[in-house]
């Protein structure tokens, strides 16, 4: 097999969908085509990135088809995709920072701040076509809103960082960020199209860096998709959790869960370990448990 190479999204997606992915032995004809919403997603993000793009033309050269092996360094580029080592990732923005090095910015369809205050913004409309230290990283945070919780963009970013720093890209500012859609339903003028919302993935999230917590993330789902590629035993085993319902491999997953009674598809998150450590693997098991034994247990879904 060819090398492996993951995307942006591998650290944050369900380990036996990164198996599947990578198993040449999986039946593929088995998988759920993209159904009408997705594609309704798919073509309006797409439109929000011509609309993002179309923006930022009108006040600043953006450079599109450059390849890092290129000797210039554009002040911003447009739909890179960088590859280095086992990592692969397609940015939609690279912006040059005054000491030479890049930050990425991802666009997504989905809203990036909230009423609050502390988010790092910067308006679109200050981009101007300026060359070196063209951008300038907000120091101060917004006094009217804050960051929208979106773990899986942070660590997206800190994809992109780690494929930059491989190829000794990344500016020293480990910061990247996100363009939204929508805005706040009590504030017609709210949008956070208009906005950069920065993120820092060296910031500790749960007592941890998430640029500590992709790294381990990674490793892992980088491990599971070469013993797939590589037809060795799989190191990760089908488990129903919410990325399930989007999954275009159920078809495959469901039915092995639903032959073995796997406690999964009685309860769901934390749940799921907390029975797997009390002994219980399938829903069989937790009817002949003790009741008072479940009682003791830690849950927090249903009874």
Avoid: N
């Amino acid at each position: 097999p060819g090398p492996v190479l993951l995307g942006m999204a591998a650290a944050g997606r369900c380990r036996r969908r990164v198996h599947l992915d990578h198993d040449p032995d999986a039946d593929r004809a088995r998988q759920l085509p993209p159904d009408a919403g997705l594609r309704l997603r798919v073509e309006t993000l797409t439109a929000h990135r011509r609309a993002i793009r179309d923006r930022l033309s009108a006040s600043m050269t953006l450079i599109e088809g450059w390849r890092p092996a290129d000797p210039s360094r554009p002040a911003a580029l447009w739909s890179v995709r960088l590859v280095s080592g086992s990592r692969v990732a397609a940015v939609d923005l690279l912006f040059r920072m005054p000491d030479g090095g890049y930050v990425p910015v991802l666009i997504r369809g989905h809203r990036t701040t909230d009423p609050g205050s502390g988010a790092r913004l910067t308006d679109l409309a200050s981009l101007a076509g300026g060359d070196a230290g063209m951008l300038a990283l907000p120091s101060r945070g917004d006094a009217h809103k804050k960051l929208r919780s979106h773990y899986h963009d942070v660590l997206a970013l800190a994809h992109v960082h780690r494929v930059l720093l491989e190829l000794g890209l990344a500016s020293g500012e480990i910061c990247g960020g996100i363009i939204g859609f929508g805005g706040s339903s009590t504030d017609p003028a709210w949008e956070d199209a208009a906005v950069i919302a920065w993120h820092s993935p060296d910031a500790a999230h749960g007592g941890v860096s998430v640029l500590a917590d992709y790294d381990e993330r990674f490793a892992d789902r980088l491990a599971v998709a070469r013993a797939a590629a590589e037809r060795r035993p799989a190191l990760a085993q089908p488990s129903r959790v919410s990325e399930c319902r989007r999954c275009p491999w159920w078809p495959v997953c469901g039915p092995e869960l639903e032959a073995v009674h796997d406690i999964s598809l009685l309860v769901a998150g934390g749940d799921v370990d907390i029975l797997r450590a009390a002994g219980a693997t399938t829903y069989d098991d937790v009817a002949a448990m003790d009741p008072a034994v479940v009682a003791a247990l830690p849950l927090t879904g249903i009874p």
